[in-house]
């Protein structure tokens, strides 16, 4: 069988080439990202639908046929029958 040194078994150098390439993805990805942000920052505001934006929502309207009272705690619930 062949003997493998250590020195011809590696693919690759490691150390700096390596890390050029991590720093210019990560300096490509930010180029990307502020792109991203002006890009959007120029963009006008849409009203989608005809709907009017605005800073208040109004409150969900209240059922006609809902009960609204207080239980406590060993009463039963309005509009639950006590039978067994």
Do not use: H, W
Request: charged letters at 10%; hydrophobic letters at 35%; aromatic letters at 4%.
């Amino acid at each position: 069988m062949a003997e493998l040194r250590t020195d011809k078994a590696r693919q690759g150098r490691t150390g700096r080439p390596v890390l050029y390439i991590l720093i210019a993805g990560l300096a490509l990805c930010l180029v990307v990202f502020i792109g991203l942000q002006l890009y959007n920052s120029t963009l006008p505001d849409q009203n989608i639908g005809g709907v009017e934006a605005s800073g208040t929502t109004a409150a969900p309207a209240t059922p006609a046929n809902s009960q609204t009272g207080t239980v406590t705690p060993g009463t039963p619930a309005p509009g639950t029958s006590t039978a067994n």
